[in-house]
């Protein structure tokens, strides 16, 4: 098709979209109605044309070109797929392609904010993905055929298989329930926008009616908020919630003292995987918040308005969300790959899934090893960024002959937000060890780091992403 009639189609849509959706971005939407154009207009149209280069959905016509295939477009996965496009855009014999169920990347650090405040956390992947040469597939994976070399997804439910020559896995987690009984039935988590927005819904409606509440020990039953797992993700939320619940106590007119947030701990401190001190510090600004804190005891049973201790009391409330643990989906197992704790993926030194030429896995879905330490790198969105720019260079490494590079983690900080205007945290400077941050200043430092990934993503698809 000529290049008028493709501008043409481009324009009509972007005003029929504003016309009728008040939105050019809404990739589902636009789809269905250049659907209907293309069977509407048979006679003007090929349909491979008008299908945006970024938004695939056709795999038939890659059938027996050379794949390299990316599933998440995560912190990892859409890093890999990026620096894939940049280093093999001269070099057209591979087609890169992304997979993520949904059409949006998540900046999934900030998910408490966007649980708590509705502040915006993703970013439409055509605006990331414009003009670049890669195959975006919306669609789920469910099966991964490692001998075959193919993936199998479900793409607006129809079930369509792509081969790849090379495959990186880019997943990221789930939530780990530990089979602890009713814990999944009856709590909220917070690993996806969705999850985001449902206790965001779920909160706003609480404050709301326990304001019109009389019955004072209802009130409080109804305003007592408890959060199972004093991770990095729990005690981020529960410092969003403290402020969050402070502007509720002013807008509906309910008392300071309705209001309980509880943080309950397995282990004996919070956030375990940081020095004893940031621990400490977290600790203090969360309870001069009115935050308390229950350590060394774990939850063992939920139901729909109590949870159940090991140390034998429980607590009332409806309002439960669970952040005590991450696994890996079943998926990567059940295709037959060797995983690890949590599900993850045993990758050697260069990222490479174990017993596989050509199956690459990153992030959270790894478990790449500290060369240093011998421990498996923790899941944090630093790791898969770094695994994510390594995988696409040892696969273009591969594949050119060139010399791959072993995986070594830099850890450029450590940041914990415990609300709109606080953060604890440490950075890591030339020549001095470690600089730390407490308080607004390491607020800041939190927000750059958002700002950061921004615009490394800015940079790397060189399109300019608003968000
Ligand atoms: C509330 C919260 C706060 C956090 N705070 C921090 C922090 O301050 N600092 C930090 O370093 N880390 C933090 N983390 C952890 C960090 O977000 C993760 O380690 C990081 O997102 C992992 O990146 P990833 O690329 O492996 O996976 P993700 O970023 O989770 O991306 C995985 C992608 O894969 C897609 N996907 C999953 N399954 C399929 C499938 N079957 N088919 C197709 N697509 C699929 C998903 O839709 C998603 O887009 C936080 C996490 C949470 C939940």
């Known amino acids: 098709m000529i290049n008028g009639s493709k501008i043409y189609i481009e324009n009509f849509l972007d005003e029929f979209m504003l016309l009728e959706y008040k939105d050019r971005n809404n990739i589902a939407a636009r789809k269905h109605t250049l659907n209907v154009f293309h069977q509407l207009m048979p006679k003007f149209i090929k349909h491979e044309d008008i299908i945006a280069e970024s938004f695939s959905s056709h795999l038939n016509e890659f059938t027996g070109s050379k794949n390299i295939v990316v599933i998440g477009a995560g912190y990892g996965g859409l890093t890999a797929a990026l620096r894939l496009e940049r280093l093999f855009r001269k070099l057209p014999f591979f087609n890169i392609h992304l997979i993520d169920k949904y059409p949006f990347h998540t900046i999934k650090t900030q998910l408490h904010e966007a649980a708590v405040r509705n502040e915006e956390v993703s970013i439409p992947l055509d605006k990331i993905l414009r003009k670049k040469k890669i195959h975006f597939h919306l669609g789920g994976v469910n099966f991964i055929d490692v001998k075959n070399k193919n993936v199998h997804l479900e793409i607006n439910k129809e079930e369509a298989i792509l081969s790849f020559n090379y495959l990186v896995i880019a997943i990221g987690s789930k939530v780990?329930?530990?089979?602890?009984?009713?814990?999944?039935?009856?709590?909220?988590?917070?690993?996806?926008?969705?999850?985001?927005?449902?206790?965001?819904?779920?909160i706003s409606r609480t404050c709301a009616l326990s304001a019109s509440e009389t019955e004072q020990s209802k009130r409080e039953d109804n305003l007592r908020f408890v959060i199972g797992g004093g991770g990095l993700s729990g005690v981020e939320f529960a410092g969003e919630l403290a402020d969050h619940t402070a502007k509720c106590v002013t807008n509906f007119n309910v008392s300071d003292n309705d209001v309980e947030i509880i943080i309950i701990e397995g282990a004996d401190?919070?956030?375990p995987f940081m020095d004893k001190d940031f621990s400490m510090?977290?600790?203090?600004?969360?309870?001069?918040?009115?935050?308390?804190?229950?350590?060394g005891e774990k939850i063992i049973k939920r139901s729909s308005d109590k949870v159940f201790l090991s140390g034998g009391s429980t607590i009332k409330t409806k309002n439960f969300i669970w952040t005590g643990g991450i696994r890996v989906s079943d998926l990567l197992k059940n295709s037959g790959l060797k995983t690890g704790v949590a599900g993850r993926v045993m990758v050697d030194e260069y990222l490479k899934a174990e017993n596989n030429k050509c199956i690459f896995a990153i992030g959270d879905s790894a478990n790449a090893l500290n060369p240093n330490t011998g421990k498996p790198v923790p899941a944090a969105a630093q790791f898969a960024l770094q695994q994510g720019r390594l995988s696409a260079k040892n696969i273009f490494a591969e594949i050119y002959g060139g010399k791959k590079e072993q995986y070594y983690p830099k850890v450029a900080g450590e940041v914990v937000s415990l609300g709109k205007h606080l953060a604890v945290g440490w950075m890591a400077l030339p020549f001095i060890k470690k600089i730390t941050f407490v308080g607004f200043l390491g607020r800041l430092l939190k927000a750059a780091i958002k700002e950061k990934h921004i615009f490394l993503l800015r940079k790397e698809s060189r399109n300019w992403i608003k968000y």
Request: hydrophobic share 35%.
């Open 176 to 202: 780990n329930y530990y089979n602890i009984p009713g814990m999944e039935e009856n709590s909220f988590s917070l690993q996806t926008l969705y999850d985001a927005d449902l206790i965001y819904e779920h």
């Open 269 to 271: 401190r919070l956030v």
């Open 281 to 295: 510090r977290i600790e203090k600004k969360l309870t001069d918040k009115g935050i308390k804190i229950i350590k």
